[in-house]
């Protein structure tokens, strides 16, 4: 059974691997991923880059392609595991998202809120969702500028973000204890299946994990209720990989750094980094790397951007700008340096939280379009944060599709086009993985056999 992810950003596929990530979703798309062998099926939203209206419009277009789609293979929506892949500090329009998939694609018995991505050490217990053990909403994420939250408690995060409609009280709990019970213990693992056999009108449900086997047991109990039973899945990254059962990756890093671009004289070119993400662990990374003698920091000036694009005819200064920085670009690379494009890191701020999002956008489509234009000179490239990787695959390198490959570091995947146009890899980083040396990290990776 092949499952469908709507992700809210191009990272969710962080603990999986050789699978379609789709950019469009137009019906040849469409085909091509649903004839390729993998079980996983990625439709990159971005819906965590919008604001509501916008991210309900694009929600409900991509599942009006679906369906037509279905209709015209003769393929059954019953056939087919459905999941809203979401932030596991939970940013994002979580409770949103899943409504909508609801009213397009259900009726469902279930939701199932699963935000655990242990491998970057996000984990829930009795209910509230902890990040390297601290609850969530104490950390900075909590306190995001757009998508903030006041408690950690998951059910009363789903009453917080569903202003009301969902009640705490209303919400089913399934416990760690309860998972280690169905794992060590069959009598145990029935009760879990006769639990959720009984799920009716759509109940919300969240779910404990600490450990792998936590989701790796629901998800072979869920496996068997399916004949009789529709779900649909609000998750992180790692309930993915425990639903999908994947083997291990064939690949191991060493494999997937050999996929750099080479020259003519087969030799790897340079790597370029992008640092689009503001969050506080984005910039204390970039801080890190940019002591490191082999890169050279170029700074895209926001505040200049803001000027510029509140014009109402701005093409000429924008390639004035894209001019200068791609000039500058060159004179990195000319003395051996790998270039470090990154925006400015104090925060615009603006009196609408939509004039904030739109001009996120905006702004990662200059950085896109601008590295699109030079993309031929590198190797490799690494993108930190979900807005500036997703607009680079579809507005800077023009990708309908791209295929993922597998992780050089936990939760930082490496993708690449299947496209005869281009041969570059992107290695896609989250805004909210890793510590202060990650980044760094992964670019010494990337730069380990050259």
């Known amino acids: 059974m092949k499952i469908i992810i709507f992700d809210d950003d191009p990272t969710g596929s962080q603990t999986v691997y050789g699978c379609p990530l789709l950019l469009n979703w137009d019906e040849q798309t469409l085909a091509k991923a649903f004839n390729q062998s993998s079980p996983l099926i990625f ?30 293979q003769g393929y059954s929506k019953n056939d087919y595991f459905f999941i809203s892949r979401g932030d596991s500090t939970l940013r994002g329009h979580g409770v949103l998202e899943p409504t909508l ?19 970057g ?22 306190r995001d500028n757009i998508f903030g939250f006041s408690t950690s408690d998951l059910a009363k995060w789903i ?24 794992f ?92 689009g993400s503001h969050v506080k662990l ?22 200049k951007l803001v000027d510029i694009f509140a014009l109402e005819d701005c093409k000429e200064e924008i390639l004035e700008l894209e001019e200068i920085l791609l000039s500058k670009i060159d004179n990195i690379l000319d003395i051996k340096k790998v270039p470090v494009l990154y925006t400015t890191r104090e925060e615009m701020k603006f009196y609408y939280y939509s004039k904030r999002m739109n001009f996120g956008l905006e702004l990662a489509e200059f950085m896109a379009i601008l590295v699109g234009k030079i993309n031929n000179k590198f190797g490799y490239i690494i993108s930190k944060g979900g807005i500036t990787t997703q607009l680079l695959l579809k507005k800077g390198l023009n990708f309908n599709q791209v295929d993922l490959k597998g992780q050089i ?42």
């Open 159 to 182: 009453e917080e973000k569903s202003f009301g409609k969902i009640r705490s009280g209303n919400i089913l709990h399934v416990e760690i204890k309860q998972l280690d019970m169905a």
């Open 184 to 275: 060590n213990n069959e009598d145990s693992f029935k009760f879990l299946l006769s639990f959720l056999s009984k799920l009716e009108n759509n109940v919300s449900v969240v779910v404990d994990a600490k450990l792998p086997h936590h989701l790796e047991v629901l998800a072979r109990a869920i496996k068997l209720v399916s004949k009789e039973k529709r779900f649909l899945f609000r998750t992180a990254a790692s309930f993915i990989n425990a639903l999908s059962e994947l083997p291990p990756n064939p690949l191991d890093t060493a494999d997937l750094v050999s996929l750099k671009s080479k020259n003519n004289h087969c030799e790897y070119k340079p790597g370029l980094i992008m640092v």
């Open 409 to 450: 570091l936990p939760g930082l995947s490496i993708v690449t086009s299947n496209s005869d146009q281009y041969d570059l890899p992107v290695v896609t980083f989250p805004g909210n993985l890793g510590n202060e040396n990650t980044l760094l990290e992964s670019f010494r990776l990337m730069e380990s056999n050259s």
């Open 101 to 119: 998939l609801e009213e397009e694609l259900g009726p469902f018995h279930a939701t199932f809120h699963i935000p655990a991505f242990l491998e």
């Open 282 to 303: 984005a910039t204390d990374q970039l801080e890190v790397l940019l002591k490191d003698n082999s890169c050279e920091g170029l700074e895209i000036p926001v505040s």
């Open 43 to 72: 439709i990159l939203a971005n819906t965590r880059s919008l604001s509501s209206i916008l991210a309900e419009k694009k929600t409900r277009e991509i599942c009006s392609s679906i369906k037509k789609f279905f209709l015209k």
């Open 121 to 142: 050490g996000r984990t829930t217990e009795d209910g509230i969702h902890y990040l390297n053990g601290i609850p969530v909403h104490k950390t900075d994420f909590g």
